[in-house]
């Protein structure tokens, strides 16, 4: 098992580092998220793709969204169609939702959404 690997900024950019601090994947993403199952979420000119923990990137780039990978699939949103994508980035199920996501990444209804919102962005406030 390799050690866990965390995701840092540095200016804008976004990279990952083992829990010595030492870099392991120079910064070089738009976005990024955690690893889970070897495969992280980045962000690279406005879509999401995968990574695996030697900096490869193992599904390009192609999704508007994406979710953590978990018992061998992650949840993406591609256009209006979202679904679950395997290792090798290919739909295995496409949902039929026009829904919104919650901060776990489940389904919930557009009320459910509007009452949860979302946290103002901090650059959004004015001094």
Not at 72 to 83: E, I, L, P, S, T
Not at 101 to 115: R, W
């Amino acid at each position: 098992m390799t050690d866990p690997l965390y995701p840092f900024r540095e200016g804008s950019l976004w990279g990952f580092r083992d829990a010595s601090g030492q870099v392991v994947i120079a910064a070089q993403f738009d976005g990024a998220g955690s690893f889970s199952e070897g495969f992280a979420r980045v962000k690279m000119n406005g879509k999401w793709g995968f990574v695996n923990t030697l900096g490869e990137m193992v599904i390009v780039p192609q999704f508007d969204q994406a979710r953590f990978f978990q018992g061998g699939f992650a949840k993406v949103q591609q256009g209006n169609v979202w679904g679950y994508i395997d290792v090798k980035g290919f739909f295995v199920e496409k949902l039929q939702t026009n829904g919104f996501l919650d901060k776990t990444g489940d389904f919930i209804s557009e009320k459910d959404y509007q009452q949860w919102g979302k946290p103002p962005r901090v650059d959004d406030h004015e001094s």
